[in-house]
Nanobody
């Protein structure tokens, strides 16, 4: 079973920065997507950013939610099966539990979809 370990959450003042990290372990044949979602109290879970690898039917790339464009940057280290989210110019409305997502193949033709437990990000003065 694929396991995800998240880190980097915490408390920062408005305008501050945090760097989230998520590492996957287990039997992984390949990873086609890594990303971050967030959920604030009373709100739906929403996509923050995703970074994808090219596959047999599509190419790779990054995608950001409009509310984080220009402030957040997603990156990955394929050798370590790790994804990072650099968050700058944080706003109080960014306060939420951030969940890591990784999707890929356990073996050829067998998909997996894993979600992290979540790390709390709080932006407050």
């Amino acid at each position: 079973q694929v396991q995800l370990v998240e880190s980097g959450g915490g408390l920062v003042q408005p305008g501050g920065s945090l760097r989230l990290s998520c590492a996957a372990s287990g039997s992984i044949f390949s990873i086609y997507a890594m990303g971050w979602y967030r959920q604030a109290p009373g709100k739906q879970r929403e996509l923050v950013a995703v970074i994808s690898s090219g596959g047999t039917t599509s190419g790779g790339g990054t995608n950001y939610a409009d509310f984080v464009k220009g402030r957040f940057t997603i990156s990955r280290d394929n050798a370590k099966n790790t994804v990072h989210l650099q968050m700058n110019s944080l706003k109080p409305e960014d306060t939420a539990v951030y969940h890591c997502y990784i999707g890929g193949l356990i073996t050829a033709g067998r998909d997996f979809h894993s979600w992290g437990q979540g790390t709390q990000v709080t932006v407050s003065s």
